[in-house]
């Protein structure tokens, strides 16, 4: 590697996290590495004090943090591919500013295996799940090597590839899911965004068996603290998008017509979705 190159640009996006984003912000910071790495924060128009915190710890390490203010709220799929476009890395690692990194060698150890391993697009880790006062949720106790292909995550498998933890390679074809209209009508745009690397490289994704950062559950949160029936539809919505704009062969087909109908089905039913339902069987049958 060039010395002088940029191999990797973390991208963190944030919206309303003077709470959080400073340990955002410092886990970048202490990476260890022996490649150059830049950090691009997008602040989504903050009304609270996000911005100011940004600017201080860029007044403080000068040259190391790039604020990248949009003019007006674009949210925050918009405000990821934004960061996206301005990344100069050969590899992209993201994390939202009320998320954080936890071990130094994170970005060394993401970077070595995607360098050696040409067959995956991204390379993920384990991660705890906290709550506001950093009570431990959730962190699985014995973590292994997994890895993902997209037929997996069509059929939503993804165990273990929260955004906090995922470095993907900055390619032209994973970038094109910007210039998908659709793609910002997704609710769990991460799970898209694997789906749409994987389909376009036809490339998998590899879970190291570590546990390297912590994914925060509190109040702010858009998906986390979502009510059970919000997520739920939301969580069909994306559905109808994927077998609307993915590809998938007719024994696939046959296979999410069995997710539809058990996890799906009966909730459409329930919500006197019925034209939904009819809709997304008709695709499927």
Not at 226 to 248: S, W
Request: aromatic share 12%; hydrophobic share 35%.
């Amino acid at each position: 590697m060039d010395n002088n190159e940029i191999i990797v640009s973390v991208c963190c996006i944030t919206y309303n996290h003077e709470k959080y984003i400073a340990d955002a912000i410092e886990s970048f910071l202490m990476q260890k590495t022996e490649f150059q790495y830049e950090i691009l924060i997008g602040d989504d128009c903050s009304t609270d004090n996000t911005r100011r915190i940004i600017e201080m710890y860029c007044e403080k390490y000068p040259g190391r943090i790039r604020l990248i203010s949009p003019s007006k709220n674009l949210g925050g799929i918009r405000n990821q591919i934004a960061l996206m476009n301005r990344a100069n890395g050969k590899y992209i690692a993201m994390c939202d500013g009320d998320d954080f990194w936890t071990n130094p060698f994170k970005l060394q150890k993401q970077v070595d295996f995607l360098e050696a391993n040409p067959d995956y697009v991204i390379c993920c880790h384990y991660t705890r799940v906290i709550d506001d006062n950093y009570i431990t949720q959730y962190v699985h106790a014995s973590p292994v090597p997994l890895e993902f292909t997209y037929e997996d995550l069509l059929f939503g498998k993804r165990e273990e590839t929260r955004i906090c933890s995922l470095m993907v390679k900055n390619t032209e074809e994973v970038r094109r899911i910007g210039n998908e209209n659709w793609y910002f009508d997704t609710y769990g745009a991460d799970v898209i965004f694997k789906l749409h690397a994987t389909l376009s490289t036809g490339k998998k994704v590899y879970v190291l068996p570590e546990v390297m950062s912590c994914y925060r559950i509190h109040s702010g949160g858009i998906w986390s603290m979502a009510a059970p029936r919000m997520r739920k539809r939301r969580m069909i919505n994306d559905f109808n998008l994927v077998i609307k704009k993915f590809k998938y062969s007719s024994s696939q087909k046959r296979e999410l017509l069995k997710i539809y109908m058990k996890q799906y089905f009966l909730f459409d039913l329930r919500s006197f979705k019925i034209d939904n339902a009819f809709k997304t069987i008709s695709i499927l049958l």
